[in-house]
């Protein structure tokens, strides 16, 4: 490829793949390659030695989340069966030693990932051991049902009349 024919973001590109102890945040469009770039940078990192516990790749809906990982779990199987560029045995075992963990892996949403981060650690953030989030219909609910009250309190107070 010359010049010409590279992609606008091609530094950008290479950042992602060539600076592993770099975080990044990032943002294009639809097709662009984003998850490719992510893919192969997770891959990149658990093969020179990162444990995969100590990644954490997040996305913005549960969609993008279970595609990134149906991705990485695709790549790194094709990295321990030698299907893709012929990775050096140490390489290939920590594939598969990811490979094995995948499951658990900090690759999800934003609020997925804020609530695991709870979860393990509610003592510190001052809640109860057993948080839960509410979907989006019970947050709704219980949105407008506290809604409701304060703007009783309000005009029971004679804040909201003229």
Known sequence: MNELTLPLDQ???DDIASRASATFFVEAGAGTGKTRELVQRIVGLVASGVPLPQIAAITFTNAAAAELRDRVRL?????TNGESPKLPEA???RCSEALAAIDAASIQT????AQRILAFYPIEAGLPPRLELRDDVSASIA???RWQLFVEDLLK???GSP
Do not use: N, Y
């Open 75 to 79: 790549e790194l199987q094709r990295a």
């Open 157 to 159: 107070d004679g804040l």
């Open 11 to 13: 530094a950008a590109r």
């Open 91 to 93: 390489e290939r075992i």
């Open 110 to 113: 934003l609020h997925s990932f």
């Open 143 to 145: 949105f407008e049902e």
